[in-house]
């Protein structure tokens, strides 16, 4: 019995389950920027990354199922590269963090000029509104940003406000108004 299993574990050579498993990893990669690249309108780059996941789809693919039988194996590879490939996937695309965010801050009507102007000397455009809290007379602040700016935004508002009630929402569309250019690299 334990022959067998030995056997199961040892008859595709190391090198070629590792490869099946950063291929996929690379696949399940491109797929995931893939996906994330078209629902946010890059649909370009999206349609190109496509064809280079199809394509490596099909290689590993038969690889894995012409030889399942012989080499179970091959079938865990491919399983956990596609486990990391989902992950890695995420990363990268947190990493470029295509796309918008609404940024918006509730502070004190003292503090939010100081943060308006900071913010404005930084690039961003800020939206000033005039709100009432529990207790006293708030600004709400709205800050039009791009991904990868956010955290910079933040920051900005903590520096100067480091309790300020802070909300950060993806956005879809924006059409007018003032937002730090992006490059349209594949848009």
Same mark, same amino acid.
């Given at each position: 019995?334990?022959?067998?299993?030995?056997?199961?574990?040892?008859?595709? =050579?190391?090198?070629?389950?590792?490869?099946?498993?950063?291929?996929?990893?690379?696949?399940?990669?491109? &797929?995931?920027?893939?996906?994330?690249?078209?629902?946010?309108?890059?649909?370009?780059? &999206?349609?190109?990354?496509?064809?280079?996941?199809?394509?490596?789809?099909?290689?590993?693919?038969?690889?894995?199922?012409?030889?399942?039988?012989?080499? =179970? @194996?091959? &079938?865990?590879?491919?399983?956990?590269?596609?486990?990391? #490939?989902?992950?890695? #996937?995420?990363?990268?695309?947190?990493?470029?963090?295509?796309?918008?965010?609404?940024?918006?801050?509730?502070?004190?009507?003292? !503090?939010?000029?100081?943060?308006?102007?900071?913010?404005?000397?930084? &690039?961003?455009?800020?939206?000033? !509104?005039?709100?009432?809290?529990?207790?006293?007379?708030?600004?709400?602040? @709205?800050?039009?940003?791009?991904?990868?700016?956010?955290?910079?935004?933040?920051? #900005?508002?903590?520096?100067?406000? =480091?309790?300020?009630?802070?909300?950060?929402?993806?956005?879809?569309?924006?059409? #007018?108004?003032?937002?730090? =250019?992006?490059?349209?690299?594949?848009?």
């Amino acid at each position: 019995m334990w022959q067998n299993i030995l056997e199961i574990l040892t008859v595709t =050579p190391f090198y070629e389950l590792l490869f099946i498993f950063l291929a996929k990893i690379v696949e399940v990669s491109i &797929g995931t920027m893939r996906i994330i690249l078209i629902s946010k309108g890059y649909r370009k780059i &999206g349609t190109s990354l496509a064809i280079v996941e199809i394509f490596l789809w099909v290689f590993i693919a038969s690889s894995v199922i012409n030889g399942i039988t012989e080499s =179970p @194996m091959k &079938g865990v590879a491919y399983s956990f590269g596609f486990a990391a #490939g989902v992950y890695v #996937g995420s990363l990268i695309e947190q990493k470029l963090a295509f796309g918008k965010v609404l940024i918006q801050t509730i502070t004190s009507k003292a !503090l939010a000029t100081d943060i308006c102007a900071h913010l404005r000397e930084a &690039g961003f455009g800020v939206t000033s !509104l005039e709100a009432m809290g529990k207790d006293d007379e708030k600004s709400v602040l @709205m800050i039009y940003a791009n991904r990868r700016d956010a955290s910079k935004v933040v920051q #900005g508002i903590k520096l100067i406000h =480091p309790k300020a009630m802070i909300v950060s929402n993806e956005i879809s569309n924006v059409s #007018g108004g003032y937002i730090n =250019p992006m490059k349209k690299l594949f848009k």
